[in-house]
């Protein structure tokens, strides 16, 4: 731009030199050549309005070039603000961007905890789990040992009590036999459960035998209802004569022949049951002291 203003300022010098110095060299020549002249008039010009002039054009290529400078400057400046708030909006996006990958890293670190701490959960009841599962077995094993030690218990004591039984049932077998001399034998005993002169009996007693059998299974249901290892002893029999009282309570019950160990239950069912009172005195003579044959089922 200096350039330029220089080579203008030497161009205008240029034509003013020209304009002042021209017209008087061809003044000198035309009078030095002839007797006769012309007359050239001479363009006179006013440094100082070619001073001013230049000065306008220097003044006005001054604003030019300041304008434009002040457009590149205005320019420069607007291209520098749209710059920063670039830079200040990809900043701010930027920080946006990792404010959000902050918090989704933060929400998958807690996420992975609290699956972490689901799964030690879970574990920890899988392992409480499998350890009441073996107590579980461990204690079931010892109920079922326990049962077996309580079985081979009471299968002992069931011998020995079936033993006893048979010991005190053959002594009883005998002792009746002894004192009734045989009369009282189950080999003597009918299957309805009464004794031998039964029928003529109540027949002379007026008891029908509707009425015998009837008091007769009413005796057996009662002993029955006490009786409670009937499986055991399926197809066995035994011979009881039961002693009642009037008003059908059990006075006394013997075993006179039959299995022992069907026996030595039967007399404890016997002597735990509940018959009913006789529906007549002629029963109640009947009943009093008869033999029956027990056979559960």
């Known amino acids: 731009m200096r350039s330029a203003v220089a080579i203008s300022l030497m161009l205008h010098m240029l034509v003013i030199t020209l304009l002042v110095w021209g017209p008087s060299t061809q003044n000198a020549e035309f009078g030095s050549g002839g007797t006769e002249s012309t007359v050239i008039d ?11 002039h230049y000065n306008r054009q220097q003044q006005q290529q001054i604003d030019t070039t300041r304008a434009q400078e002040q457009r590149q400057k205005k320019a420069l400046q607007q291209a520098e603000e ?3 708030k670039q830079i200040a909006e990809q900043r701010q996006r930027l920080r946006e961007l990792e404010k959000e990958r902050l918090q989704a890293q933060l929400a998958a670190e807690e996420q992975q905890r609290h699956a972490a701490e689901q799964q030690k959960q879970a574990s920890a009841m899988a392992t409480k789990a499998k350890e009441e599962q073996k107590k579980a077995e461990i204690a ?7 049962q077996l030690e309580a079985q081979r218990a009471l299968a002992e004591t069931r011998q020995k009590a079936i033993a006893e039984a048979k010991k005190a049932a053959e002594k009883q077998s005998s002792d009746v036999d002894k004192l009734l001399g045989g009369l009282a034998s ?24 509707s009425d015998i059998n009837n008091y007769l299974g009413q005796i057996k249901t009662a002993i029955e209802a006490n009786f409670h290892d009937a499986a055991l002893f399926k197809g066995l029999t035994c011979s009881l004569r039961i002693k009642l009282a009037p008003d059908g309570a059990v006075v006394d019950v013997k075993a006179e022949g039959g299995d022992p160990a069907l026996c030595a239950a039967a007399v404890v069912a016997a002597r735990q049951a509940r018959i009913p009172k006789p529906p007549s005195q002629e029963l109640y003579d009947i009943f009093k002291n008869a033999p029956l044959i027990f056979k559960p089922h």
Do not use: F
């Not at 001479?42 to 001013?52: F, G, L, R």
């Not at 189950?186 to 009464?194: E, L, M």
């Open 82 to 84: 749209l710059q920063k």
């Open 42 to 52: 001479a363009i006179m010009v006013d440094p100082k309005a070619v001073t001013q």
């Open 186 to 209: 189950a080999k003597n005993a009918p299957q309805t459960g009464v004794s031998a002169t039964g029928k003529e009996v109540g027949k002379k007693n007026g008891a029908s035998t």
């Open 140 to 146: 079931a094993a010892n109920a079922r040992e326990k």
